[in-house]
């Protein structure tokens, strides 16, 4: 590992911890308007940026690789996590339904 790719790996490790915590002081409030996808969408950014670390962290090939389609999932579902909580707390909640969940996570993967 170089000296740059440790730093880097100093600074996405931090990102990856400070919404860790704020995803669980979040998660203890979930009853509020939307408060579970806040915290889902937290959650998944911290995953995002963990497997970042990671990825820069390890010297091997195929390790990167590894942790770099391991970064796809919080990159794929940051978004749609975000539309939920937008529509959630603007009191749009009602449009959550099984479909537009499904499709919005479907676009992303194709």
Not at 4 to 25: H, K, L, Q
Not at 30 to 42: H, W
Not at 83 to 104: P, V
């Amino acid at each position: 590992m170089t000296n740059i790719s440790s730093y880097i790996s100093v600074v996405y490790f931090i990102t990856a911890f400070i919404p860790g915590a704020v995803a669980i002081y979040v998660w203890e409030r979930r009853s509020k308007p939307g408060a579970f996808y806040f915290a889902l969408f937290i959650i998944v950014a911290a995953e995002w940026s963990l497997m970042c670390a990671f990825e820069y962290m390890v010297a091997e090939i195929p390790l990167k690789i590894f942790f770099d389609n391991l970064s796809y999932f919080g990159a794929v579902l940051a978004a749609p996590m975000w539309l939920f909580f937008a529509l959630e707390y603007g009191g749009q909640g009602s449009l959550l339904t099984a479909g537009i969940c499904w499709h919005s996570w479907r676009c992303p993967r194709s």
